[in-house]
């Protein structure tokens, strides 16, 4: 089976996750008891799309973080790099405008989106600062990014028992319900060894975003980032 390992070799992610396309939405509702459904809402909420804005989802995979936004009348792109979650993704919602492209050097045109967001998928690209500076450059003056990604819990006691869910817990319910569960073990060291929240609001700043801010969720399991493009 395949896995990644921590230095995120594209071609060793992209494959990764082809592995668990076909089930990958199923696994992560199990793995976070539902709560990956109360994150979305909250993405949603805080994209804030409209009527006719263009919507960049990068790390779509098969588009069910896609979905919210194109309910509000928006144009969404759901982008990956992972052909598998494309072509998953294709066969459930056939008339969104999949596109294949790589975070750090994505095929679009400068100023070109409204909005950009990523969920829990920036932590798997090789180059982070990288992936947020092209973000930077794709979104139009004035425009916003927002980040949901996995972080860092803020009261200790609970870090220390999530801490131990993710490399106890996490794996054997991964081999019931993934057709990869190898690919849980990746993501559960990737989660433990990426920065914090003031870390990460740090390095959106240095890629150029402006207003940067982070509101925690679920006692900071995950973070939402969101900064903005100048004028």
């Known amino acids: 089976m395949t896995r990644a390992s921590l230095d995120k070799q594209p071609h060793e992610v992209a494959s990764m996750f082809d592995h668990v396309a076909e089930r990958y939405d199923l696994t992560n509702d199990l793995l976070s008891l539902g709560q990956d459904r109360v994150w979305r809402k909250e993405v949603a909420r805080a994209v804030g799309a409209r009527p006719a804005q263009k919507i960049l989802d990068l ?3 098969t588009a069910t973080s896609s979905l919210p936004f194109a309910r509000t009348g928006a144009y969404v792109v759901p982008c ?5 979650m494309l072509r998953v993704g294709k066969k459930r919602h056939p008339w969104m405008p999949f596109t294949a492209g790589d975070a750090t050097r994505l095929p679009f045109r400068d100023d070109t989106f409204d909005a950009v967001t990523i969920s829990f998928g920036l932590r798997n690209v090789q ?3 990288a992936a947020l500076r092209e973000l930077h450059r794709v ?8 980040i949901c990604e996995f972080s860092h819990p803020t009261w200790a006691p609970f870090r220390t028992v999530y801490t131990e869910y993710l490399m106890r817990a996490l794996p054997p319910v991964a081999r019931a319900a993934s ?3 190898e690919a849980y073990v990746y993501l559960a060291e990737s989660i433990r060894a990426w920065p914090d929240q003031p870390a990460l609001a740090g390095r959106l700043r240095s890629a150029g975003w402006s207003k940067v801010a982070w509101r925690n969720l679920t006692g900071g399991i995950v973070a939402l980032h969101r900064g903005f493009k100048a004028d």
Not at 80 to 84: E, V
């Open 80 to 84: 990956d790099f992972s052909l598998g």
């Open 179 to 181: 057709s990869n569960p």
């Open 139 to 146: 979104t139009k003056p004035g425009g916003r990014v927002v």
């Open 59 to 61: 790390a779509a995979g």
């Open 127 to 129: 180059d982070t600062d």
